[in-house]
């Protein structure tokens, strides 16, 4: 997004708030998705920080539109290191979202089932399209952005995006979800 080049050069030029404001738009969203793999949301909150610190003290050149792809292949590393001495499994465990208090109680009680459904069924994925799966489709990223955070290519990331959500179609019609299209 422009947005985030025009925070992070207002940050390169000394301009402190361009820091605060991308620590506060992807804080939360990159400790969950560091969690995805560390499994401990406080060790994910302290590499989260130091992804930031990496950045803004390397100070990296980042092409046009590439800073929250780039930000997401920073932290993808440092999970992968961090945790190197065991296969990493990625989870969608720890994410969750409060309901508005203003939903009926009816709306929220299946909201919640049917996120406890959807966690689960991505649960038995293939890590491989769970990860690419939550970069899209959570996190709002183009195919180009997730296959920088995976290292894959983009035909790979549509490979995997289309199998996944086969994948997914077919758990949630086990649980008995029939109008889950892929």
């Known amino acids: 997004m422009a947005c985030d080049e025009v925070f992070y050069r207002q940050y ?13 738009k992807y804080g939360d969203p990159l ?5 995805g793999y560390l499994h401990d949301v406080h060790e994910a ?3 989260m920080l130091d992804v930031f610190a990496y950045l803004f003290t390397e100070k990296p050149r980042i092409r046009e539109g590439g800073f929250k792809a780039y930000l997401y292949k920073a932290a993808r590393h ?12 990625f989870s969608l465990d720890a994410l969750t979202d409060e309901p ?3 939903l009926l ?11 406890r459904i959807l966690h689960g069924c991505m649960g038995e994925m293939n890590p491989d399209y769970r990860e690419v799966l939550y970069l899209t489709y959570f996190e709002g990223m183009s195919y180009a952005q997730a296959a920088e955070v995976t290292g ?12 996944g959500k086969e994948s997914l179609r077919k758990l949630l019609e086990r649980e008995g979800i029939t ?3 892929p």
């Open 45 to 47: 909150e302290e590499l």
């Open 105 to 115: 109680a009816e709306e929220v009680i299946g909201t919640a089932e049917r996120n």
């Open 179 to 181: 109008n889950a299209e």
């Open 100 to 102: 508005d208090g203003q």
């Open 31 to 35: 400790t969950l998705y560091i969690d």
């Open 12 to 24: 390169l030029n000394g301009d402190d708030a361009g820091l605060e404001a991308l620590m506060k």
């Open 152 to 163: 894959k290519t983009v035909k790979q990331i549509t490979n995997l995006v289309y199998r």
């Open 78 to 89: 440092m999970a992968l290191r961090h945790r190197s001495k065991r296969r990493l499994m």
